[in-house]
């Protein structure tokens, strides 16, 4: 495994993190789930991330993961980093969505209960609601460091105009935005323009999510929707109408450059992302410990010559691709 540094900080996460969004729910494979964790972190992957609605049902990603760790992985406990983030619906009334301090506070209060953890290591908001002052979002998070429910914070999807806040009211207060979590890939590289500099100008390392579009970028869409595919599932958040013949010619396109590379679509989709000097880690989701294997042996090759790197960009440089 790869390690960088968050930012300017004492952290390090591996290149490649571990997402529970999908296929860690209660209506997933346990026993899947349980090879995917062990395989990430016999492979170096020690950074899980968890949000409290992951499912579904909401909630029960945390649950299993709890459980997995306690029974295959309690005495690694400070070899592991494991996030959690509070801010998307997640239980009835006003209280239960939001980037408020009464629903970060009782949400991160929640995690740690379901994952039986003491702490988190990184604790987000998840995102801006569009209407809580971002001062109280981010004393919420401040307190919660204080409180000794996390180490660190983090923000995730603010958008240009808040980061900078965001940044200011954390370190004023001594507890510096670890990391910025924004989705990016080869269709959907809009972060790395609007916030990826904001970010290192603070001192705040950048974490991508989705870099493989949710599947898109693998190829495995090529063909049309297969039966066991994100796209197909009814709790899947790819939705079929994103699958659209525009992207899929771009990732043929791309697929060719990949062959040229000696690397599978998914493999290049991870080090284009990571080939970004600001990037410390992309989370990936994975539905097998197979994938994960296999989307491992990207670090066998991260680097691009200039005109592999002017070649895709001819591809992808097209807003109308993007998600
Ligand atoms: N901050 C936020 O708001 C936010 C939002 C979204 C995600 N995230 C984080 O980012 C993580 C990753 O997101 P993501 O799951 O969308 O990431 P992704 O890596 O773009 O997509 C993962 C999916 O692609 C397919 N796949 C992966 N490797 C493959 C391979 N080698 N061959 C064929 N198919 C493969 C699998 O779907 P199939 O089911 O089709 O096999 C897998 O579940 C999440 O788990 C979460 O932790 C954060």
Redesign the pocket.
Known sequence: MIYRYCGKSGIQLPVL????????GSVDDISVATQMVIKAFDSGICH????NN?GPEPGSAEKNFGCILKKHLACHRDEIFI?S?AG?DMWQGVYGTGSSRKNLIASCNQSLKRTGLEYFDIF?S??YDGVTPIEETMQALIDIVRQGKALYVGI??HPPHLQQQCYDILKEAHVPCLLS???C?MLDPKAKQNNFDLAAQNGSGVI?????????????YNQGI?A??????ST???QESQVTPDRIEAVKKLTLIARERGQ?M??M??AWVLADERVTS???????A???E??LQTLDNLTFNEEELQHIDTIINHPELWF
Not at 208 to 220: M, R, V
């Open positions: 993190s571990l997402g529970l969004w999908h296929n860690f899980f991330d968890l949000a992951y996030s983030k998307h987000y998840h995102r995730s999807k979590q924004y989705r890939s991508c999510f989705s870099p493989l579009a949710q599947g898109l970028l693998t190829g495995k297969p066991e595919s994100r796209a197909a599932c899947g958040f790819l599978s998914a493999q989709a991870l992309c989370i990936i989701g994975t539905s097998s197979a994938q994960l296999s989307n």
